[in-house]
């Protein structure tokens, strides 16, 4: 029973907004990491998506004290590390509030995706990474090896 207290003590002191350089927290299905003063929040909808499915990502940039804050050259680049090659990148556009940007992507196939989020703020580059695993669309089945022949 102590420890179980114990351990509840500590995982209700312990800090929600403290971020250390390169730390992943997660917020439902957003994530984010901090780089080079820059909190770095994204998010994907569908949350889950399959291959062959339009997906927006969501992103928001804040300062260290969690204010808003603009980017240039704000890129998203999608690789699929097993493949050994990337997908697309594209520009991140402003969204309506500061400091929010939205991008899309097709995802051409199912696998794990690795996108790349590259920017300037005050006149520093930054670049934080964010993984995703797209699945197959249901029903849809893989073939493998050679294609059936006709006799």
Known sequence: MRVYLFAMTV???TPTL???EGETKAAG???VRQVDGVH???ELNPHHPSSGQRAT???RLAD?????VAARKLKVRWAMPEMGHDVETKSAVPAREKGAYTTTIR??????????VSGEHDGRSFE???DYHVMEPAGKVKEAGHGKHAH
């Open 18 to 20: 403290g971020y250390t």
């Open 29 to 31: 299905a957003e994530k």
């Open 11 to 13: 995982l209700l002191a």
């Open 128 to 130: 934080a990474t964010f």
């Open 64 to 68: 260290e004290n969690n204010r808003p």
């Open 107 to 116: 995802f051409p196939m199912g696998g794990r995706y690795t996108a790349t």
């Open 40 to 42: 770095v929040a994204f």
């Open 57 to 59: 990502a969501r992103l």
